[in-house]
């Protein structure tokens, strides 16, 4: 009987549990399936570029698991919520006597796992899950020694994280993947073509600018291992030359795995996750926020609901003004940073992280509008789209979520434009409006400029007053302390 093997943000061969799981069971020949879903892509604000990306990583992926003669069928859902019932029949339509799967852990997700479990259970097919997107699975990275409940502030989970892995991999250099299935016997079962399009999911951004499949993944990774990562913690929040690896759209699908670029700056690192190379321990860092965020989604499930992770911030009364939140999406604020990294997210689908927690902040502080704005435009334009990295960025910046530092963390757009592009390098790069400018008035033209040069720019006046946000803030996050 056929194993079917649900791919969904695991779109890789390499270092895959489930896909291992269902290979090494010897209980018969292995399929793959995709399930296309448009609805529920829409519901979940899924950009355009995210589906793009996946459609191409899915034809390569179906020509690599070809040579290994494991068939991949593609199926879509008729309608939104139908995933569970479209992967059962599939199932039962092949006759597959398991199916097997990568645990997801958000709401909407989990509980379409836990349908899966129960439609197939009525039909007698085993189903079969894997922790493959954490290092670490929720859960077991708890306080009070391993006993307690989930951590919220990041240093001490950490600091745990680390405890349990080294109990786990005492070694990390001689820690090894998954093996990747072996060619098994050719099947009856034929792969279904994968479309190049889906409808209301055309996407603008290049393709040449993110390559499909897993060999393109491990080559950026390699040349990042190779050429930057000793240098990451200086260069990481520079966006105008290339100093992070890059690698976020292939974790977000899946198409290379967290273990595998865990391992690959262990090794950089001389097999240390903390110390030595402070750029190869600073980008692990990184790698286990991204499991922090994770974690929290499970033991905080409020925040896939739209909810605050401090509660009584969803008290907090934000301002909105449709014209104003068009020019930030636009890129059209007077702020050149905020407008160059706006511009960047329209143009690659993609957005430096430094910018990320820039716009953010501009978003929820300087405008003083509600971050699940910015959250939702977030998601229905990244390449990299993640539920739990993206909620928690925008909770970070907002000061409604996982943060030990106080609601007083405002950002000046203007000195974070001169720290991190001090040049004006990458403003110059996407908002053409400001080449001719030459020094620092780069930064800040409505305020450094003459009149008279400032009149002839074809940019945007502020749409902030800056002298006005921190009374802002202050006055609201204190007005919501006062009641809670």
């Known amino acids: 009987m056929p194993q079917l093997h649900w791919f969904r943000s695991d779109l890789r061969i390499r270092d895959n549990s489930a896909l291992h799981a269902a290979a090494a069971s010897g209980d018969g020949p292995v399929v793959g399936l995709f399930v296309i879903s448009p609805g529920d892509w829409a519901r979940h604000h899924t950009a355009a570029v995210r589906v793009d990306f996946t459609l191409r990583t899915l034809a390569v992926l179906s020509a690599d698991l070809a040579r290994l003669n494991i068939p991949l069928l593609i199926r879509a859902a008729a309608r939104p919520g139908e995933v569970a019932k479209t992967v059962v029949d599939t199932a039962r339509q092949i006759k597959a006597g398991h199916i097997h799967f990568n645990s997801e852990y958000e709401l909407h997700e989990a509980k379409r796992d836990g349908d899966v479990a129960e439609l197939a259970a009525r039909h007698g097919i085993g189903v079969h899950a894997q922790h493959d997107q954490c290092i670490l699975e929720p859960g077991s990275v708890l306080t009070a020694g391993g006993t307690g409940g989930p951590f919220t502030v990041f240093t001490p989970f950490k600091k745990r994280w680390f405890a349990v892995l080294a109990e786990r991999t005492p070694d990390l250099r001689s820690a090894r993947e998954v093996a990747a299935p072996k060619k098994q016997a050719p099947t009856a079962i034929a792969s279904d073509v994968v479309p190049d399009s889906v409808a209301g999911f055309v996407s603008t951004v290049p393709a040449s600018l993110w390559p499909a499949g897993e060999a393109p993944a491990a080559a950026r990774l390699e040349a990042f291992i190779a050429g930057t990562i000793h240098k990451y913690k200086d260069q990481r929040n520079q966006p105008a ?19 595998t670029c865990l391992f690959a700056a262990a090794a950089a690192n001389g097999g240390k996750l903390e110390g030595g190379s402070v ?77 990320r927690m820039i716009v953010a902040m501009f978003l929820t502080k300087d405008l003083f509008f509600d971050w699940r704005l910015g959250e939702r435009h977030f998601m229905s334009h990244l390449i990299d789209g993640d539920l739990a ?35 004006g390098e990458f403003i110059r790069r996407y908002v053409p409006e400001l080449r001719s ?3 620092d008035a780069v930064h800040d033209p409505n305020d450094d400029l003459p009149p008279l040069a400032r009149a002839r720019l074809d940019y945007p006046s502020k749409i902030a007053d800056r002298a006005k946000v921190k009374e802002t803030v202050l006055s609201a996050f204190k007005g919501i302390a006062s009641t809670d």
């Open 279 to 355: 750029g190869a321990a600073t980008w692990i860092s990184e790698l286990i926020w991204r499991e922090f965020y994770k974690h929290i989604v499970v033991a905080f499930p409020r925040v896939v609901m739209g909810r605050a992770f401090k509660p009584a911030t969803d008290n907090i009364k934000w301002h909105y003004d449709e014209a104003k939140f068009n020019a930030w999406r636009e890129g059209q604020t007077g702020f050149p940073i905020v407008d160059a990294a706006m511009r960047q997210l329209l143009a690659t689908g993609w957005m430096h992280n430094r910018l």
């Open 241 to 259: 030359i290339e100093g992070t690896s890059a690698l976020s759209p292939y974790l977000a699908a899946g198409v290379i795995s967290p273990r």
């Open 389 to 423: 990295a993206n909620n928690g960025g925008w909770q970070w910046s907002a000061s409604t979520g996982t943060d030990a530092a106080p609601y007083f963390r405002i950002f000046n757009p203007i000195t974070q434009s001169r720290n991190c592009d001090p040049e």
């Open 437 to 439: 400018i030459e020094g």
